[in-house]
């Protein structure tokens, strides 16, 4: 953030530099496509970050989560959002689980996942669920027993069940 704090910087990415930054985080990979989003921005966007998911899914690498979360957190827009965490907390609070070989473009995932959104503070609901499963709701170790929903958790009912694979 600090290199690129805006567009303009942000259209002068330097490749090498950012896959040395983002390299510990496993992502140097990503930096060539940032390339590419920045050029087609700049060139075929006249500067501006897309609004509309047509225009931001077809930026390179941009799919329904990517496109959803900028409109959501950029533009402030009630979208809904479908990542690992969301299909594991659905899966664990509600018993919901995909039938899908790619969960994350189960169409019935993502109508649910609108479904929850509320009308207002929808971007502060988004921000609260990946929250919730980043520090509590979590992929290994998850602190049930410090959760404030877990009397609604088919998951936490369930605990010592073998109807439950995680």
Not at 143 to 155: S, V
């Amino acid at each position: 953030m600090k290199l690129y704090p805006n567009l303009e910087k942000f259209f002068r990415i330097n490749v090498k530099k950012v896959k040395e930054l983002i390299k510990p985080l496993g992502l140097a990979y990503r930096a060539e496509g940032l390339k590419k989003v920045s050029d087609k921005i700049r060139h075929e966007f006249d500067k501006k970050v897309p609004n509309n998911l047509k225009d931001l899914k077809a930026l390179f690498a941009v799919g329904d989560y990517g496109a959803n979360a900028v409109l959501c957190f950029g533009f402030n827009k009630k979208r809904p959002l479908l990542d690992t965490n969301f299909i594991r907390i659905y899966k664990r609070i509600f018993n919901i689980v995909s039938e899908k070989k790619r969960p994350k473009s189960d169409k019935m995932l993502w109508a649910f996942s609108e479904y929850l959104l509320p009308e207002k503070r929808y971007v502060e609901f988004n921000y609260g669920v990946l929250d919730f499963g980043g520090n509590i709701c979590t992929s290994k170790k998850p602190k049930c027993e410090n959760c404030l929903i877990n009397e609604i958790c088919f998951y936490y009912r369930n605990l010592n069940s073998e109807k439950i694979q995680d």
